[in-house]
Structures are given as structure tokens and as C-alpha cells.
């Protein structure tokens, strides 16, 4: 083929199928339609992409620099919405809330933000395929209850106080914790139950951390609860495998 029969054969060609190139015709002065334009109408057929598209990117990814973060300064009302890092909530002996905090979307039969209830029964049905059966012993708890508790505790259990919190200090008030168990064995022995067992391996998969694990009272404030798990979100949870890391380490407040 001659090169003039060849730009002839494209020139039918592209007759033919019209040019696709442009779904839209460019409207031209005048109103005529543009029917040949040089620019589009180009005889490379198979457009060669340009090495950059191909090629990944070079570019390097920067590592983040860790930085400290914000102090807790809240104080008065501001006291009414627990203190946030990297937007998650934390509630702890150091970090209280006043009574005033609830669930922004409580839902169901325990109180629990939304989203840490879905999470839930998620985790829940997932766990009951594989033959294991997770209770919920405690949701959300308001100021008051917990407060109740506390002074109960104080009383009767001043030895154990370690494993309750002041009112203000529990993270079951802000609808984000869970006390979990299979409805049979409790404390510390819970965690030998399969429940314990499985929640330990899949929570992080659902987003749930356990929240004061064996040997991290100093850092937490609260002795290691094999039942207390709280929501985090997925993404940051899988980075607490192996169930040693405190959300107090993870956050750089330790
Ligand atoms: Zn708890």
C-alpha cells in the first residue's frame, strides 16, 4: 500500500466510524459542525501513550513526622465532649468528661453510638459462625450510673478499684465500649472462654481494640480487662494485633 492509498483508507475509515475522539463536536464560528480537524483527526491510529502513563510514579512518599499530640486544654462546657486526637475520642482518668456527654446517634438495646452498634453485630454474627457466642454485659452507661458504681465499688471492693472508673472517666459513656462475655463466665476467667478467645484474635478485624490490656495499667489507669473492648474503626484497629498496644501509645499520650 502507497502512502496516498493509505491516507485514503484512513480518511474512509474514519468517515465511517466518525470520530470518536471528540464525543462532542466542537462547535465552530459560524455554527458549522466541524468535520475535519487536523488536530483530531490525526493518522496515528494507535496513539502511542506517553512513557509518564505507563510508568509509575517516582515520587517519593515522605514519611509522616510524628507529632506530639494537642494538649488537652478543655475546660468548662468544653468539658462536655471528650478530648480528640487524630479525631478519636478519648476517655480516661486524664481525660474526663462531664455528665453532660451522651451518644450523638445511640442505638439499640444498649446505647451504643451507631456505628460502634453495627460494628458490633457484625462481630457478633461473625463470631456465632464460628460457634462462638458473644454477650454484651455492658454498653453505654451515663454519668450518674457510673457514679453509682464507682462509690459501690469504693465501699465494698476499695482492693479492686482498679478495674472500676470514676464517673466522667469511663469510657462507657460515650456509647464507644463494650463489656463482652458469652453470658457464663465472667472477669478475669473470661478471657480462657472461647469468646475471650475469639475476641482477642478478630476483634481489630471489626474495629474493636482491646482497650487495657495485661501489663499497661500504669499507662491506662485501669487494670487489664479481658471483657472491654472499645471501637476505634477499622483502620486504625488492625494496627493493634497482638493486643499489648494502648490507645494511649498509639495516640502519643503515653
Ligand atoms: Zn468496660
Redesign the pocket.
Known amino acids: 500500500m502507497t502512502l496516498r492509498s493509505c491516507a485514503l483508507a484512513l480518511a474512509a475509515l474514519l468517515a465511517l466510524t466518525g470520530c470518536t475522539a471528540s464525543p462532542v463536536p466542537s462547535p465552530v464560528p459560524g455554527g458549522f459542525p466541524a468535520t475535519t480537524t487536523p488536530s483530531v483527526h490525526t493518522p496515528s491510529a494507535t496513539p502511542t501513550p506517553s512513557p509518564t502513563a505507563t510508568k509509575p510514579s517516582p515520587t517519593p512518599t515522605k514519611k509522616p513526622t510524628p507529632t506530639a499530640p494537642p494538649k488537652d486544654t478543655r475546660k468548662g462546657s468544653q468539658l462536655n465532649t471528650p478530648y480528640l486526637v487524630k479525631g478519636i475520642p478519648v476517655v480516661s482518668k486524664k481525660h474526663r468528661i462531664t455528665a453532660a456527654y451522651a451518644p450523638k446517634k445511640p442505638s439499640g438495646a444498649f446505647h451504643l453510638e451507631a456505628t460502634t452498634a453495627a460494628a458490633l453485630a457484625k462481630m457478633t454474627a461473625a463470631a456465632r459462625a464460628d460457634g462462638v457466642r458473644i454477650r454484651v ?2 454498653g453505654y452507661r451515663n454519668w450518674a450510673t457510673q457514679n453509682a458504681i464507682y462509690q459501690k465499688a469504693k465501699r465494698n471492693y476499695p482492693q479492686s478499684l482498679s478495674f472500676y ?1 470514676p464517673a466522667g472517666a ?3 459513656q460515650t456509647g464507644l ?3 463482652l462475655w458469652d453470658g457464663v463466665t465472667w472477669s478475669l476467667p473470661m478471657a480462657r472462654t472461647a469468646t475471650g478467645k475469639w475476641l482477642f484474635t478478630h476483634a481489630h478485624s471489626y474495629g474493636f481494640v482491646l ?2 490490656p495485661n501489663g499497661k495499667s500504669k499507662i491506662t489507669g485501669y487494670h487489664y ?1 479481658p ?3 472499645r471501637y476505634i474503626g477499622r483502620a486504625d484497629a488492625m494496627k493493634f494485633t497482638g493486643n499489648s498496644l494502648t490507645l494511649e501509645e498509639y495516640l502519643g499520650l503515653a
Do not use: G, P, Q
Open positions: 454485659r455492658s472508673a469511663s469510657e462507657h465500649s463494650v463489656d482497650r487495657y480487662e471483657w472491654h473492648y
